[in-house]
Nanobody
């Protein structure tokens, strides 16, 4: 099981960008599928993006073309580049590590706020 620590959240104006990082400990990182979830105020948690051990990515429809998920296995780190941000992207963002189809590790979360 890996341990995950997110960073990079903050306050940005609409149309701006944030880059989230998730640093993982543990020797199995390169074999893990990784994901980014978010929980907006008053809403259920949703899967925003995922990246397989081989680098294949998938995204929620709401972020396609704006968010990019990538990973650096040498640094045990996964990233979420968020561009053209909208107020509705405001949420706590969580990094997750999958074992098979099940999340078995969560980060502590980082707040991203989009507001003018």
């Amino acid at each position: 099981q890996v341990q995950l620590v997110e960073s990079g959240g903050g306050l940005v104006q609409p149309g701006g960008s944030l880059r989230l990082s998730c640093a993982a400990s543990g020797s199995t990182f390169s074999a893990n599928t990784m994901g980014w979830y978010r929980r907006a105020p008053g809403k259920q948690r949703e899967l925003v993006a995922g990246i397989s051990s081989g680098g294949r990515t998938n995204y929620a429809d709401s972020v396609v073309g704006r968010f990019t998920n990538d990973r650096d296995n040498a640094k045990n780190t996964v990233y979420l580049q968020m561009n053209h941000l909208k107020p509705e992207d405001t949420a706590v963002y969580y990094c997750a590590a999958f074992y098979g189809l099940v999340v078995n590790s969560w980060g502590q979360g980082t707040q991203g706020t989009v507001s003018s």
